[in-house]
């Protein structure tokens, strides 16, 4: 009799299958890959000549915050829209279902879904950093590299656990993606992901600290800047991390493997 293969095999091609159905999908691709660096593009073409500078810092590049920035945008997206949509989607189809009635165990279905969406992650913030470096030559900070890691880390773990808690509280795959993009593109703006904001207003700041978003942001930015210390926000991985715990919390208790409400009546509809 063969052996069987190993947990981590088993794993690794669930991340391998998750991550190919992905790339099926054309219109997830370009929203979490091409839309930022799209963005980067415009912005580095609208912004060529000018800086940035927040509160006691000396002033950067533009293109120097912006690549940075855009790429935690980009794993925000890969981990947390990409999760709450694709999650609840299967579980409307019943392939969750389905799944959980294979010899494959549970944690290595969600697994898979939590694997690939990290190397999606990853590739968004390589493409993104890539195309900084080599095309508008911004400075990588090779001290900076362990609290870029950190950072990555921390913030794709914290969006990922975001992801599976929209996915277990919507009741269909239609509400968990207008929670997903209601959700992120607004915070965006109030982030300083796309332009900073010299002097924003006081709501506007305290609004923006309140979420995981900015310090996501913020924390990757400074990990690549060079007038930012050590490249590390204690603060802002703080905030990150009681984001996390709360959101696999909520997720633990509200996450489902059957479809629910009114996809459940329509399924039960159209099968007899």
Sequence with gaps: MADRPSSLRLLARQIEYQHRVFW????????TVAFPLMLL???????????VQFAGRPPVKFVQFAAPSL???????????????TTSSARDLGLLKRFRGTPLPPWILLGGRLGSSVVLAVQAV?????????????DLQVSHVPAA????????????????????????????????????????????????????????????GIFPLKHF??????AFSPVAGIGLRWGSLLVMAAWGVGALLVALRSFGWEPRGSTKRRRRAAAG
């Excluded at 790429?71 to 949509?85: P, R």
């Excluded at 390589?126 to 911004?138: A, K, Q, S």
């Excluded at 269909?172 to 929670?179: L, N, V």
């Design 217 to 222: 942001v913020r924390g990757f930015h400074d």
């Design 41 to 51: 593009v415009l912005f580095a073409a609208l912004y060529s000549g000018d800086t």
């Design 126 to 138: 390589v493409l993104m950093l890539g195309v900084g470096i080599l095309v508008y030559g911004i």
């Design 71 to 85: 790429a935690a945008f980009a794993a925000a997206s890969a981990t947390y829209t990409n999760l709450a949509i």
């Design 149 to 208: 890691l950190m950072t990555f880390g921390v913030g794709v773990a914290v969006f990922a656990a975001l992801g599976l808690a929209v996915a277990g509280l919507a009741r269909s795959a239609e509400s968990a993606q207008a929670i997903a993009n209601f959700t992120i593109l607004p915070l965006a703006f109030i982030s300083d992901v796309f332009i900073p904001v010299a002097d924003p207003p006081r709501w506007m700041e305290v609004l923006g």
């Design 24 to 31: 099926r999908t054309p219109i997830a691709a370009i929203f």
